[in-house]
């Protein structure tokens, strides 16, 4: 790391531990060399153990957009319906990749800084025959944490054939997301995100009734790069190390990404998920020990990935960002249209929380309180 590197504690792409780094500068490999084959396949069976499923992996060179495209090119058929549990920014863009396929698309909407009222999902599901419903895990424009479980269990119920897609680039790999037990069908992220390998990796896993719901499609898919039918035979050659092609993988984010599964996989699930919970509480603890105010509405709907959080009154980003710059920490600031100039976005996930001797998040709290400071702030 250089002298000169300042923290990027934004909610993605976050900081990368220097072994995940070291994968990715190593000489050129053919992407179906004998020693590469078993690194992709082995990638393919350590995104179960993290997703927690069974399904089918797809890891493809692209960023975490692309796993909205493969969702709904893959499962959406032209005039069939989908609902969006939206949470804000990500939850309006998934809608709109939706529509670009054809489908007719409802949102369920709510105030700014809440989750979705599972009540109102299954009002929506009253309205009409949903063939899937998508969830925004964790929506990085607003921090707020949605109720996953709830949601799926609901849809298993209501309409037990509707499919559930989780948008958890936010989320997987810190947030608690137990794809098979919960039921949901397709999960995705991209590789910069809680996986803490460099940006360019699409990482998804679909279930077997969301496998089948491909399979069964009646009009072609209608693209051709995020195609299922292109890479499903791709992923089952590299499952079974034999060598195949059909677009050339990012072998050195792929060499990256077997690194960050193995060390994310080998510490178990369950205590990743719990040292985010910890330390996001530590975290938001002290900001609102301070008077600052967080945006979702409640720590119940408050994401463990990364916090949300207002600029105090009187103080804006131009004041504060920089001087948290200047400090050696990068913070992001607002997205959510509806309120951007008013709050900033500080991310805590992956080797922030699960190495805290590297004081990452002790050194952009001080790095706020001294912004602040700076900024005449009455604590
Ligand atoms: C970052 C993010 C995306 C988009 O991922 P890209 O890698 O930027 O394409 C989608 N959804 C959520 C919730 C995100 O945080």
Known sequence: MTVDHKLCMIPGP???????????????CSHVDPTFIPIFGECIELVRKAFLTSGQPFIICGSGTLGWDMTAANLVE?????????????????????ETYGAKVTHVRCPIGNATAVEDVAKALESKTFKLVSIT?????TGVLNRVKEITKLVKE?????????????SIGAEELRMDEWGVDVALTASQKALGVPPGLAVLAAS???IEAFQNRSTPVPNYYANWTRWLPIMNAYESRKPAYFATPAVQLVKALHVALKQLTGRGMDNVFEAHRVASKKFK???ESWGLKLVPTSRDVAANTMTAVYYPEGIAATDLLPKISAHGVVAAGGLHVEIAPKYFRLGHM???VLEQERGHLDTTLKAVENALKENSYNF
């Open 14 to 28: 976050i900081e990368f531990h220097e072994d995940v780094l070291n994968a990715m500068a190593t000489p050129a």
């Open 78 to 98: 032209a005039g069939e319906e989908v609902l969006v549990c939206n949470t804000g920014y990500f939850g309006d863009r998934f809608g709109e990749c939706f």
């Open 137 to 141: 895990q964790v929506d990085t424009s």
């Open 158 to 170: 209501k309409s037990p054939n509707t499919l559930v897609a989780v948008d958890g680039v936010c």
């Open 208 to 210: 077997k009734k969301a």
């Open 285 to 287: 603890d002290t900001l």
């Open 350 to 352: 992956s080797i922030s």
